[in-house]
């Protein structure tokens, strides 16, 4: 790989993001780790989905320096001037970033076979008999090998979803960003999804997980920062930040939730 | 646990009663349906009137047997021939300009957008027919058509009536479809698109792998009525002497005399093209909605069965006759 190791996987320094006169991100500091599982916290409204959407470029953010294995992300710097990337380049910067959204955002007109094979073939261009054999490994692994022919709305929200984190995986991402991956979903479903995010933490793929589940945080994370406002709050071990927080804020989130 | 769903009620016995027998309501529902008889009075009003139309075309001053021998033809199978060349070549020029246009719209480039903006403007704005006169009189304006080394010509060589007529409904159609196209693009969620931009893929390719299939869903049903829409308005080409359909008819009613017979022989004609492609527009649709329900809609055969189906008096709660 082209980074040392001792780099962050992602480092945001002084991020702020706004919507016109909205204020959404304020100034946010985290680093993360290599394989580290990076659960993120916070009410609706706290600008944890917004950040997750800067790290990929999915949003623009209008101060400080965010970057993704060392390279800025959406910009280049020369001297002491920023220059945007070319739509070619941020392009090239997402093929290693894997995503998952709270809606799924399946491909409707396309089987859970052909969702996973669309970026393999059009954006690397592999060859189409590759790129079959190994989504049907992707899902196979989520546990979907028997539901490849079928479509999107053939199928539950917790399939669609795993079929999603298929997708995502079937570039060889080095980090996956998951907004909200179970709150579209039915309670019972929820667990199928949490448990194929579990495995994908135990092979040591770098994730940022926007979340509500507590209890995956808990017991998957390696860190977890708490937002409210577009702030950091509070930040540590999942354990600490969860079992004895600090803030007053951290606090009474926290009673509401768990 | 004081949960009060795990009370069971005193009069009924310990298990619930689900098992006791001979059980109550047991088989299928036997109702007596609703009864329509609207439907039965408004179907006889309907055939009644159709019979009176029916009588009044027969006894009126039409000689049937002309009818009978024109519509098989050759002028007007060939008038046909000539409506349908033009309308599937104008119809190709206004699909494939249209969507580009459409792109444009929609494009953050302000120069694309405010193009693409003027000309639905305009070939939106101005008649048809002016628009067909316009490009048949080009000459006035262009005399030459002077394409450098490749090519050079007079504009009166050039501008034949099927290629004025072809530029002119073309492009015109361009300016609507354009239109259809915007609201079938902006229909597809924006989540497609970031699902689609997360993975790495581009603007262009985006559009064409992910959006304009699932735009076609709503592309399609308009773009077949502007197409029935197309058979008919090409009817204007009579206007600078392009031999269509209704060009024939009209000629067939001035020379014979025979003006009304003519002209119900060209309405067989049109009647009998849009039908066939009312027909090619349903499975057409029925591919598009593949993935976007579960089950695909039923062909027109089914759906034919399922109407009558709504006259008989029988019940279908249950599944049982009554």
């Known amino acids: ?258 | 646990m004081t949960d009060p769903l795990d009370k069971v009620p005193a009069d009924v016995p310990p298990d619930g009663g689900r098992d006791a027998s001979p059980r109550k309501y047991s088989g299928p529902i036997k109702a007596v349906p609703v009864r329509h008889y609207g439907r039965w009075i408004s179907a006889v009003v309907v055939l009644g009137l159709l019979a009176l139309l029916v009588r009044a075309f027969a006894d009126a001053q039409i000689q049937w047997s002309v009818v009978g021998d024109q519509i098989t033809n050759g002028t007007f199978a060939w008038g046909a021939w000539e409506t349908l060349k033009i309308t599937v070549y104008s119809m190709v020029i206004g699909v494939v300009l249209g969507a580009i246009l459409a792109v444009m719209r929609l494009s953050p480039n302000p120069v694309l957008s405010s193009v693409a903006w003027g000309y639905i403007w305009f070939f939106r704005g101005t008649p048809v027919l002016v628009q067909i006169l316009l490009w048949f009189n080009l000459s006035l304006v262009f005399q030459y058509l002077d394409l450098g080394f490749i090519y050079r010509d007079e504009m009166n060589q050039v501008m034949t009536p099927f290629v004025a007529a072809l530029l002119a409904l073309g492009l015109n159609e361009a300016a609507y479809m354009a239109e259809i196209c915007r609201a079938g693009i902006q229909s597809v969620d924006s989540g497609q698109t970031e699902a689609a931009h997360a993975l790495g893929m581009k603007g262009g390719k985006t559009m064409r792998r992910i959006v304009l299939p699932q735009a076609m869903r709503v592309i399609i049903p308009p773009t077949g009525n502007e197409f029935i829409n197309m058979l008919k308005t090409s009817s204007l080409a009579f206007a600078i002497g392009y031999g269509e359909l209704f060009l024939r008819g009209r000629e067939f009613g001035s020379r014979t005399l025979a003006i009304m017979e003519g002209y119900i022989v060209i309405s067989l004609w049109y009647l009998a093209l849009t039908t066939v492609f009312s027909i090619g527009q349903y499975y057409l649709e029925r591919y598009y909605a593949r993935g976007s329900s579960r089950s695909l809609p039923p062909t027109p055969l089914q759906r034919l069965r399922k109407q009558l189906s709504s006259f008989r008096v029988q019940s279908n709660v249950g599944g049982v006759k009554v």
């Open chain 1, 1 to 258: 790989m082209s980074s040392q190791s001792t780099q962050p996987m992602v480092k945001a320094e002084n991020v702020h993001k706004s919507f016109g006169h909205l204020k959404v991100l304020k100034g946010i500091d985290l680093e993360v780790a290599h394989r580290e599982v990076f659960c993120l916290v916070g009410p609706s409204g706290s600008g944890k989905s917004t950040f997750l959407r800067c790290i990929n470029h999915l949003e623009q953010i209008n101060g400080g320096r965010l970057s993704v294995d060392g390279r800025l992300v959406g910009y280049r710097e020369k001297g002491d001037k920023l220059y945007e990337l070319k739509e070619k380049e941020v392009a090239a910067q997402r093929r290693d970033i894997g995503m998952v959204f709270q809606r799924f955002n399946l491909f409707p007109h396309m089987t859970a076979l052909t969702n996973v094979m669309e970026a393999p073939v059009q954006v690397k261009g592999e060859s189409k008999s590759v790129a079959r054999e190994r989504a049907l490994k992707l899902l196979d692994r989520v546990g979907l090998a028997d539901k490849a022919k079928n479509y999107p709305t053939q199928l539950s929200g917790g399939q669609q979803q795993r079929v999603a984190i298929a997708r995502a995986l079937a570039m060889e991402p080095k980090l996956m960003l998951f907004d909200e991956p179970t709150s579209a979903l039915d309670p019972e479903l929820v667990g199928e999804v949490l448990d194929v995010m579990r495995g994908l933490a135990e092979d040591g793929m770098t994730m940022i997980v926007v979340t509500h589940e507590m209890g995956f945080a808990r017991e998957v994370g390696d860190a977890l920062v708490f937002m409210d406002d577009g702030v950091v709050v509070e930040a540590g071990h999942p354990r600490d930040v969860l079992g004895n927080p600090q803030h007053e804020r951290t606090k009474s989130f926290l009673s509401k939730v768990l």
